[in-house]
């Protein structure tokens, strides 16, 4: 069976410094990894996908996020916050065969002060 | 190209009701999915519908149940509500590739309110 935990339930930054919301997973088989933002009232919206390839993901808003297989991580990161920023963050697997079963995270607030 | 659509978007229902949902997939789009979001339980995935048949499923009881339609609209229903079910209930849809490379994209959501 699949996991994800997100380690941080809540992350304040203030503008303009850099974050990193961290993501880890479990997972007997291969699997496609992503990250989702969610506004509020709002449905999500996908940031970045990992699904072979480069280990480095770069994705919508200046996001990135590195797949590190060793360490079953797969934390997003972006080097410069906007209080636009502000929303919660889900990490998601989906084992990499046929059709869809995803596995959300708990979640990670961001928030994003001036 | 329009997004994922989903109706009603707010809903208020009563306990021992029924609800059904409906979604509208991106254009071309043929696999179908839906979740439950709640403060508690976070987002839970329901099932999957893939060529009006149901290809995955979560752990849910079988109040909940889905369907979809040959031009690949699905609804979902919930029958005999309970407080619980209080959520907003979210679609994707995926276009389905050769290698299995998907994406899904995801609908606003329908807020359902049992009372």
């Known amino acids: 069976a699949q996991s994800v935990t997100q380690l941080d339930s809540q992350v304040p930054v203030f503008e303009e410094a850099p974050v990193e919301l961290r993501c880890n997973y479990s997972?007997?088989?291969?699997?496609?990894l992503f990250w989702y933002v969610q506004y509020p009232n709002q449905g999500l919206q996908l940031l970045l996908k990992?699904?072979?390839?480069?280990?480095l993901v770069k994705g919508i808003n200046g996001f990135e996020a590195e797949f590190n297989k060793s360490q079953t991580s797969f934390h997003l990161r972006k080097p410069s916050v906007h209080i636009s920023d502000t929303a919660e963050y889900f990490c998601a697997v989906s084992e990499s065969t046929g059709g869809f079963k995803t596995i959300f995270g708990a979640g990670t607030r961001l928030f994003v002060k001036a | 190209k329009a997004g994922v659509t989903q109706t009603p978007r707010y809903l208020i229902k009563t306990r021992g009701q029924q609800v059904t949902l409906s979604c509208s997939p991106i254009?071309?789009?043929?696999?179908v999915s839906w979740y439950q979001q709640t403060p508690g339980q976070g987002l839970q995935f329901l099932f999957e519908?893939?060529?009006?048949?149901?290809?995955n499923k979560g752990n849910f009881p079988g109040r909940f149940s889905g369907r979809q339609f040959s031009n690949s609209r699905s609804e979902m229903n919930v029958s005999t509500l309970e407080l619980g079910d209080s959520a907003l209930y979210l679609c994707a849809s995926s276009l389905v590739v050769a290698g299995g490379e998907e994406t899904q994209y995801f609908g606003p959501g329908t807020r359902l309110l049992v009372l």
């Open positions: 254009s071309g789009h043929r696999s």
């Open positions: 990992y699904l072979s390839g480069s280990t």
């Open positions: 997972s007997s088989v291969s699997v496609y």
């Open positions: 519908y893939f060529s009006e048949t149901q290809r």
